[in-house]
């Protein structure tokens, strides 16, 4: 299975973006799906998790901000981000097991 992220912009602090992470097949063949962020000249670091059973583990920096939630049918899993901030600015990517990370999508957050 292959994920693709999308859904990244150009987006002011305060404000909001959902991205989805679309699946090339079944999503519940993947144990877990993450997302993950690379800010520049920094190193990749987990966002937000979500396991096939649907338990979540969060980043205390996105921690009541963030949500990642996940659609079986779709074969999609989302990441709704709320009260962005500078510092979430970086490329954002979904991985699990075997999945390999796709293109990213970038997140801009900026006045």
């Known amino acids: 299975v292959q994920l693709q992220a999308s859904g990244g912009g150009l987006v002011q602090p305060g404000g909001s973006l959902r991205l989805s992470c679309a699946a090339s097949?079944?999503?519940?063949?993947?144990?877990?799906v993450g997302w993950y962020r690379r800010a520049p000249e920094n190193q990749r670091e987990l966002v937000a998790l979500?396991?096939?059973?649907?338990?979540?583990n969060y980043a205390d920096s996105v921690k009541g901000r963030f949500t990642i939630s996940r659609d079986n049918a779709k074969n999609t899993v989302y990441l709704q981000m709320n009260s962005l901030k500078p510092e979430d600015t970086g490329v954002y990517y979904c991985g699990g097991p075997g999945t390999g990370w796709g293109q990213g999508t970038q997140v801009t957050v900026s006045s």
């Open positions: 979500i396991s096939n059973t649907g338990s979540t």
């Open positions: 097949g079944s999503i519940l063949r993947v144990n877990y």
